[in-house]
């Protein structure tokens, strides 16, 4: 029946955390990357165009993210998601003398 719970499974994926944590505030850029490779004939005067290629940028009042390269937009979204999150869970970076100090006590 209509509205009686839900059996779906919920599944979290890194774009879902992000958007969860941060809403609008969280933006994905995605550009085009061409990618050189030269798969054509040597001397070829014609420019071979490589297949598209996609990347994001994750921007945040607080941080931006920049993902790897990948064949669809999709992938290069999670990507930076994933790296936000990565970024985000780590304790923030002391000053070197900081850390000699704390190992040390």
Not at 19 to 36: L, S, T, W
């Amino acid at each position: 029946m209509a509205g009686e719970g839900s059996s779906k499974k919920e599944i979290v994926n890194p774009k879902a955390i992000i958007h969860q944590r941060f809403g609008d505030k969280a933006r994905y850029n995605i550009e085009e990357v061409q990618d050189n490779s030269s798969n054509g004939c040597p001397g070829l005067a014609i420019p071979q165009k490589g297949p598209c290629l996609y990347r994001c940028n994750l921007e945040h009042p607080e941080f931006s993210i920049v993902s790897d390269v990948f064949k669809r937009k999709k992938d290069a979204m999670q990507s930076a998601a994933e790296k936000a999150l990565e970024k985000l869970s780590d304790p923030p970076v002391e000053d070197a003398s900081d850390q000699l100090m704390s190992r040390t006590n």
